[in-house]
C-alpha cells in the first residue's frame, strides 16, 4: 500500500450556529489537540489546532447574520489532525476538497454535506474512481421527463382533432375558433419540447 505524504485541505468550508461553534471547540478538547480560541471583532472567532508536530489548522469564523462561516485551507503531513479536520468536516456537514498525496500520484476528494460525493485519481489522466449517485432525484428526474412526454402526446393528439375539426368547418367563426385553440397549443407544445 502506498504510503501518504501529505494531506492538503485545498478548500473546507463550515457554516455553524453558535451551539454548533460551541461544540466544534468542546470537541477539540476530547482530541487531545492544543487548541487556541481568540474572540476578534464584530463577533468573529478564530481556533487555532496544533499536533505539538508542526501541523496546524486555522479556522477563522466569521459572524454572518446567526451563522459562523469559516472557509479554509492547509497542508497536513502528520495523521493526528488529518483525522481531526476529517471528523470536523463529517460531524459538521462541510464541503471540502481534500488532496491525498501520494509518490507519483495524488487522490482527490470532494465532499458536500459531511460526505464523499467524489472521488478522483490524480495522474497522467484524471480517472474517476468513485462518484455518488443521488438515486431519488435521477428517479424525480426521469418521472419528470416521463410527464413532459405524456403531456407532449396528449397535446398532439388535441392538435390532430382540431386540425380535423378545422377541416369539417363551414363558418369562418368556427375557423377562427379553431386557430386560436391551435395557436394556444402549438405555444404550450413549443414550450414543452424546449
Not at 450556529?17 to 471547540?25: H, I, Y
Not at 495523521?79 to 482527490?108: C, D, S, W, Y
Not at 419528470?144 to 368547418?169: G, T
Amino acid at each position: 500500500m502506498a504510503r501518504r505524504l501529505a494531506t492538503e485541505y485545498v478548500k473546507a468550508s463550515l457554516q455553524l450556529t453558535e451551539a454548533q461553534l460551541t461544540r466544534f471547540v468542546q470537541s477539540l478538547a476530547k482530541q487531545s489537540i492544543v487548541g487556541r480560541v481568540k474572540v476578534l471583532e464584530n463577533g468573529n472567532q478564530e481556533v487555532v489546532l496544533e499536533d505539538g508536530q508542526g501541523d496546524e489548522i486555522i479556522f477563522l469564523f466569521e459572524k454572518q447574520g446567526n451563522r459562523y462561516v469559516c472557509v479554509t485551507s492547509c497542508r497536513l503531513v502528520h495523521p493526528k489532525l488529518t483525522q481531526v479536520m476529517h471528523k470536523l468536516v463529517a460531524t459538521f456537514r462541510g464541503e471540502a476538497v481534500v488532496n491525498r498525496i501520494f509518490a507519483g500520484f495524488t487522490i482527490t476528494y470532494y465532499y458536500a454535506d459531511g460526505a464523499v460525493r467524489k472521488i478522483v485519481e490524480q495522474k497522467e489522466e484524471p480517472r474517476v474512481i468513485f462518484e455518488h449517485k443521488d438515486t431519488v432525484q435521477d428517479l424525480h428526474n426521469m418521472y419528470r421527463n416521463e410527464y413532459v412526454e405524456i403531456r407532449i402526446a396528449s397535446i398532439k393528439e388535441r392538435i390532430n382533432n382540431l386540425l380535423d375539426k378545422r377541416n369539417r368547418s363551414l363558418s369562418a367563426d368556427e375557423v377562427q375558433a379553431v386557430d386560436q385553440q391551435l395557436a394556444a397549443l402549438a405555444k404550450q407544445l413549443f414550450i414543452l419540447e424546449a
